[in-house]
């Protein structure tokens, strides 16, 4: 990815693979960010999985404690197991699973706090196409006093269309700051 | 119920612990999940005298290839040696105790100490000492090597054990080895690990989840219900009533398993469900299958099983896990993948994205059950739910069936003949003062 040295302030323009990140733009997908996170959180997740693409590849590989003569191989690849490696067809399936009123690991459902930040973006080879990192803390609590606390980054990529919301999320990788899963299961999304 | 010691034998709790488990009236104390001087007691007399699963033989493939794991609460490191056999020791540096491996895995020529430099070679030996000649007036570093276990492998899953008066792991294993071979052996040149383990963390106690994959195929029209639904939405699981399944316990050892037999509704759901999230067409792959060669009916996709104590299998999902017990209360779930190494690429890519999808940490049948076994521990705190006897007295008393090519099986897949097995055995190894029973000459003796 360009990197940009220079401090920004917020009304300056940054410049990637020659496009502009204007301030406009920043805020436009920073906006679409928050509007995800709040259908999440919202449990709205039917209009969660309307935001993806068609051909959405959402990944989560696991993570390994390695030594400097392994540390290429800290993140799990492609073709060994993940926590997540999903396509349209399986997200819609677990959102399935949710609506059948029978998916004891979320009925009673969660209560989730999608927190996202340090926002960044690049311009791609595709004009209508960008690839924006993000780091997130995701609280969830359920039952009584059941507390999950997960923290990460996403790099996603993101897609202009003609909706409401703007863009469609069609690339989205999720690295959990964890090595051992600090929670009894992942029946919540990233 | 509590547990107090004897003031003379420093570990034998003075609590008949016959009253814990009944299996004439199969009834269960859940004392057995809660308390922790028996959970001491349980890493004492259950884990360090058992066989305990610790590797595929395809996770460390070459020389110096190794893998970080624990033996109950023990870390371990799993290596390659060069001669092509492996070793399994203790974590634990002989000086004071550091970890002498502080990764998870991948390729070592040494293991050295990060406290003062102790340096171990991958077979564990004491090779190298900082200032040995200068500061150690004589060191036999021979005397210093990190503590091995023993090892031993069955069609490549490698256990190993503390207990150096136990059986052979194929008789510890007994005639739970045909069972074993539905899944390691269904398929020409047998199996391989899909790369990564999957850890998490369930707070609830290891029986739980180790006597449901021994036993209780009884919970999946359940807790289970919402993935069968979502993959056929139009007809519902509905009362189970094609009981032509099985369930085996094994005459000695703790072992079980359960399936369905060929034609069975409920192998067809749990086919379709995994078909629906990865494309993986489980009747065509198990007409496939090699069970067909030794003569057996298909029944390795609705097949869980558990070696006791604490490695379980689920066929259906080509998952196998070990349950680490991290005190009474917790356990570290490390699950793999497991797929028929003649299986073409497309073919394991399948049943890579099955397995995640379905059985996994955040697999949509897996969710379901870390949810009932955090809130029955919860439960547990309490004084009188822990005094409160659980029912394990499904299929009590049901017949052997007389079928030869499943011996030792009752013919309901819906039962818990093989939970009372698995508790029966954690009694006899926690009754056992002296080990004597985990040793290798008494396993010749009667069934349990
Ligand atoms: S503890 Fe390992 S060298 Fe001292
Ligand atoms: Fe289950």
Known sequence: MPQNNSLQSATTDIVEMGRTITPALQQEIEQFLYHEAELLDDRKIAEWVDLMADDIHYFMPLRTTRGPRDRNLELSGAHDIAYFDESKASLQLRLRKLQTGTAWAEEPPSRTRHLVTNVRISTTAKADEYEVKSAFLLYRNRSERQTDIFAGERTDGLRRVDMPAGFKIFKRLILLDQATLEANNLSIFF | MSVTKRNDAGAAPSVSLTDLFDEKSGTISPAIYADPQLYELELERVFSRSWLFIAHETHIPKAGDYLATYMAEDPVIAVRQKDGGVKVFLNQCRHR??????????????????????????????????????????????????????????????FATWNMDAPTLSDYLGDAKSYLDLILDRSEGGTE????????????????????????????????????????????????????????????????????????????????????????????????????????????????????????????????????????????????????????????????????????????????????????????????????????????????????????????????????????????????????????????????
Request: net charge negative; with cysteine.
């Open chain 2, 193 to 448: 690990a899909i790369g990564g383990i999957v850890k998490w963390v369930i707070p609830c106690n290891w029986k739980f989840a180790a006597e449901q994959f021994c036993s209780d195929m009884y919970h999946g029209a359940t807790s289970h219900m919402s993935p069968m639904m979502a993959a056929s939405p139009d007809t519902l699981p509905g009362d189970p009533t094609d009981f032509s399944g099985r369930q085996f316990r094994a005459s000695r050892g703790g072992h079980g398993t359960g399936f369905f037999v060929e034609g069975a509704e409920w192998l067809w759901r749990v086919g379709q469900a995994g078909e629906h999230v990865s494309g993986f067409d489980i009747a065509a792959a198990e007409q496939r299958t090699n069970l067909h060669r030794s003569g057996k009916r298909p029944v390795g996709f609705s097949q869980h099983m558990t070696v006791f104590p604490n490695f379980s299998i689920f066929a259906g999902a080509n998952t196998a896990r070990v349950w680490h017990p991290r005190g009474p209360g917790e356990i570290e779930v490390w699950a793999f993948g497991l797929v028929d190494k003649a299986a073409s690429d497309a073919e394991k890519e399948q049943m890579r994205l099955m397995t995640l999808r379905t059985f996994s940490a955040a697999g949509t049948w897996e969710q379901d059950d870390g949810e009932n076994w955090v809130e029955v521990q919860r439960v547990l705190r309490g004084h009188e739910a822990r005094r409160t006897l659980f029912n394990a007295q499904m299929g009590a008393g049901a017949p052997r069936g007389e079928d030869p090519t499943f011996p030792e099986t009752i013919t309901n897949a819906f039962a818990e003949e093989a939970a009372r097995g698995f508790y029966a055995h954690w009694q006899k190894l926690m009754t056992d003062v002296d080990g004597s029973f985990s040793k290798a000459g008494s396993y010749a003796d009667a069934a349990e």
């Open chain 2, 97 to 158: 105790g550091m970890k002498i491996c502080r990764t998870d895995g991948g390729n070592a020529k040494a293991f050295t100490c990060t406290y003062h430099g102790w340096a171990y070679d991958i077979g564990g030996n004491l090779v190298q000492v900082p200032l040995e000649q200068q500061s150690f007036a004589c060191l036999d570093k021979k005397q210093w090597g990190a503590r091995q276990a023993r090892v031993d492998s069955y069609k490549g899953l490698i």
